[in-house]
């Protein structure tokens, strides 16, 4: 493990890039979030009614995922191990919401076929940061 002059722990560039990327991201997401309940934006057809058939839970796991996005970037920055459990339960939720989404909500067709692509994409890094995280752990980088 490498330290500076400080005696600190220096991040791995990865770190810094995951971080960054997914406090971007999430707050994104959650930004976007608040501009569509505001009628911000204006929405297809599709997208509308996705939007109108969300319950409350829907959006409460929504917030959530983002929540637990931001405190994992957070952690990861600070070298933590949380960070690991926080992209894990990321990703647990994110499945279970995109697997009942698509077969309830009529999700799919609210995002379309890029935008499913997208998602699995989102899905598999998310997947690798978590390996990584875990890697991390295991390595003693993150305490």
Same mark, same amino acid.
């Given at each position: 493990?490498?330290?500076?002059?400080?005696?600190?722990?220096?991040r791995p560039v990865w770190v810094l890039i995951i971080s960054i990327f997914?406090?971007? @991201?999430? *707050?994104? &997401?959650l930004f976007?979030?608040?501009?569509?309940? &505001?009628? *911000?934006i204006t929405l297809q057809p599709a997208q509308k009614e996705y939007f109108e058939?969300?319950?409350?839970l829907?959006? @409460?796991? &929504?917030?959530?995922?983002?929540?637990a996005n931001l405190i994992g970037a957070v952690t990861l920055f600070l070298l933590r191990r949380h960070a690991f459990y926080f992209f894990t339960g990321t990703l647990i939720l994110n499945v279970l919401m995109t697997?009942?989404?698509?077969?309830s909500k009529g999700w799919i067709q609210a995002i379309g076929g890029p935008g499913l692509v997208g998602a699995?994409?989102?899905?598999?890094?998310?997947?690798?940061?978590c390996i990584y995280s875990w890697r991390l752990t295991k390595a003693g980088v993150l305490r």
């Amino acid at each position: 493990m490498e330290t500076n002059e400080a005696g600190s722990r220096k991040r791995p560039v990865w770190v810094l890039i995951i971080s960054i990327f997914y406090l971007l @991201s999430a *707050s994104w &997401t959650l930004f976007s979030f608040y501009l569509i309940l &505001t009628g *911000s934006i204006t929405l297809q057809p599709a997208q509308k009614e996705y939007f109108e058939n969300l319950t409350v839970l829907d959006y @409460s796991f &929504t917030i959530l995922t983002g929540l637990a996005n931001l405190i994992g970037a957070v952690t990861l920055f600070l070298l933590r191990r949380h960070a690991f459990y926080f992209f894990t339960g990321t990703l647990i939720l994110n499945v279970l919401m995109t697997v009942w989404h698509a077969v309830s909500k009529g999700w799919i067709q609210a995002i379309g076929g890029p935008g499913l692509v997208g998602a699995l994409i989102g899905m598999g890094i998310l997947v690798a940061i978590c390996i990584y995280s875990w890697r991390l752990t295991k390595a003693g980088v993150l305490r």
